[in-house]
């Protein structure tokens, strides 16, 4: 069994995450940490995608991170100490991405680690946060978490992982697209996280998956690929990432023509990219999955829009600056949701330092229900302690007049699926 984590870890994390951390604002700044034991910052180690594929989501996590860390120091920071972001450049690479949780731990001397997003660099960082005994928040969307392929010390508190998603959408697709699917994917783990996890869900539906068509991750060009889509299929699936996404989708487009089967897409295809861009009209009436939806609809909540306001972003999920700058609104909110979640952890375990580091995770595995708030505006969540996983809604847009429009949102228990790991059961 677990050693009990120190204090009143799951009644004081959830009322944190209830709602009250913005309050402290009103405070002068030297009245809000006059009730720390130390002056020293609370060090978060953020392993940031600024170059390789992955610099599009890097550019976003950062300027959410420095978003969220605002407003928690304007608060009071963390048990009464300012957060200081330690920022590194992994460059979207697996190798280089160990590295720098070393460097966290070691030169930088950081209480934590956080922000990674590509699957292929969490998984070659996450041993190494484990043998370092760093606790590791990553703001991914693989299963690698919650498989147990990790360890005690890697959490996912902020973000859905693939199967869940997958699980969630293979209904909706099923019954409003076709059952017929081709599948065109990324050639690494967080695409293989879709061919097997979505496989499987559209068979249980009573569809086929009737061809996959893996993409090597950094290919510029993309119709050679195409032919290999069965004229059979009804429902193309199509997920892609990196900086050649906009490429892809014209390509799509334009081998299709003006006749195409039904289209679901997850917003990876198309994160970063404007959905009126030119050579995107074919997009209308296509469907796509969104972590949280880039356009404000109508039923937009206070939280939402406090966090645009916070973030920089407008109605249309571009930056209030340039509105040639699109974000990356279906995964950001997870930097926003990851800090609130360890700040609350910090909170109820008493965290004074590194000899605390079993005790925040012990904290964060006491979590269970998440409430929607200005601290988690992209909805309710669940976290399952055992398996270091947060579950919560999913959204189905269309394309309408080059807007995305929610037309279906899933209840979290859509998203369950049994639990294939107990972290809790491990040594920290």
């Known amino acids: 069994m677990p050693t009990p984590p120190k204090g009143p870890t799951r009644r004081a994390a959830l009322s944190t995450l209830a709602g009250g951390a913005i309050g402290a604002a009103s405070l002068p700044l030297w009245a809000r940490y006059t009730h720390a034991q130390t002056a020293e910052p609370i060090r978060i180690g953020f392993q940031v995608h600024r170059t390789g594929i992955g610099a599009a989501y890097g550019r976003w996590y950062d300027r959410t991170t420095q978003a969220a860390v605002k407003l928690i120091n304007e608060s009071g920071g963390i048990n009464g100490r300012p957060v200081e972001i330690v920022a590194e450049d992994d460059g979207t690479d697996p190798k280089r991405g160990a590295e720098v949780v070393e460097k966290f731990a070691t030169q930088h001397k950081c ?101 996959h068509i893996a993409i090597p991750p950094a290919e510029t060009s993309f119709t050679r690929y195409f032919p290999k889509i069965p004229r059979e299929t009804e429902v193309v699936y199509h997920v892609m990432v990196g900086p050649a996404v906009l490429t892809f989708v014209k390509e799509l487009g334009e081998f299709f023509g003006p006749s195409r089967p039904e289209m679901f897409g997850f917003i990876d295809s198309l994160e970063a990219v404007a959905i009126d861009s030119p050579g995107l009209e074919f997009l209308e009436g296509t469907y796509f999955w969104e972590g949280m939806p880039r356009h404000a609809q109508p039923d937009q909540s206070e939280h939402d829009k406090f966090y645009r306001e916070q973030v920089g972003v407008d ?15 279906a995964h950001m909110f997870g930097c926003w949701e990851t800090l609130y979640t360890v700040k609350a952890g910090m909170e109820a375990a008493g965290y004074r330092g590194p000899a605390d580091r079993p005790a925040l995770i012990e904290a964060v595995e006491a979590m269970t229900d998440i409430p929607q708030s200005r601290e988690h505006p992209q ?50």
């Open 111 to 211: 209480d934590i680690g956080f922000g990674t997003l590509f699957s292929h660099v969490v998984i070659g960082s996450a041993p190494r946060a484990g043998e370092l005994k760093l606790p590791y928040f990553v703001v991914s969307e693989g299963h690698h978490v919650a498989s147990g392929m990790l360890n005690r010390y890697t959490l996912q508190p902020g973000i859905t992982d693939v199967k869940s998603q997958v699980k969630a959408m293979a209904p909706f697709v099923a019954s409003n697209l076709g059952k017929k699917v081709t599948m065109v994917f990324p050639d690494f783990a967080f695409g293989h996280d879709h061919r097997d996890f979505f496989t499987a869900a559209i068979e249980e539906q009573g569809g086929q998956v009737l061809e």
């Open 315 to 329: 109605a249309r999920g571009a930056s209030v600056t340039d509105p040639s700058d699109i974000s990356t609104y």
């Open 379 to 428: 909805g309710a969540k669940i976290f399952n302690g055992k398996t270091h996983q947060v579950f919560g809604h999913q959204y189905i847009s269309r394309v309408e007049g080059g807007k995305l429009v929610k037309v279906h949102t899933t209840s979290i228990e859509d998203t369950l699926y049994p639990d294939e790991v107990d972290y809790t059961t491990q040594p920290l």
